[in-house]
């Protein structure tokens, strides 16, 4: 399934959701115009169909002590499948990994980290070091936030 094959109250559902998922079927109606029981099956199918993959609650990185965010590459001195997988395999273990991606170009991935401070951060690294295969870790740590959203563009 594409994009291109929903129609615009599946599209307009969507970008609703991705704003605020805690809105009920009956306050989507009412913004679409459109009864509870049409938005509530077609929520039901974009699940199934696996548009909407889950539903989450963004916290505030601050106030749960991660203000300290890391976007960490890593090159291996290998790329066999079974050393990227073992790899991957591995690192999405560390809860500090909030996000990684495969990349192309000088380093093989990206660790998008969040830790509460250069200590916490100290110790994750040490951490990361001991996933085989390892040749470098070459880390750059955010100063500020500017924009950070969720919603795709439909």
Avoid: W
Wanted: with cysteine; aromatic share 10%.
């Amino acid at each position: 399934m594409k994009i291109t094959d929903l129609d615009t109250t599946d599209l307009e559902i969507l970008k609703i959701l991705q704003k605020d998922a805690s809105l009920t079927n009956k306050e989507i109606s009412f913004k679409l115009h459109k009864s509870i029981a049409t938005v509530h099956e077609r929520i039901k199918r974009l699940r199934e169909q696996g548009y909407i993959k889950r539903v989450v609650a963004i916290l505030d990185r601050k106030k749960i002590d991660k203000s300290l965010i890391a976007f960490s590459q890593v090159l291996l001195n290998d790329h066999t499948a079974d050393t990227l997988d073992t790899f991957e395999r591995e690192v999405v273990k560390f809860p500090e990994v909030m996000e990684c991606f495969q990349m192309t170009g000088t380093f093989d991935f990206i660790l998008r980290v969040a830790t509460g401070d250069m200590d916490e951060y100290h110790r994750f690294y040490r951490k990361l070091g001991t996933l085989p295969k390892i040749t470098s870790v070459q880390s750059f740590f955010v100063l500020s936030e500017t924009k950070s959203d969720t919603a795709y563009p439909l």
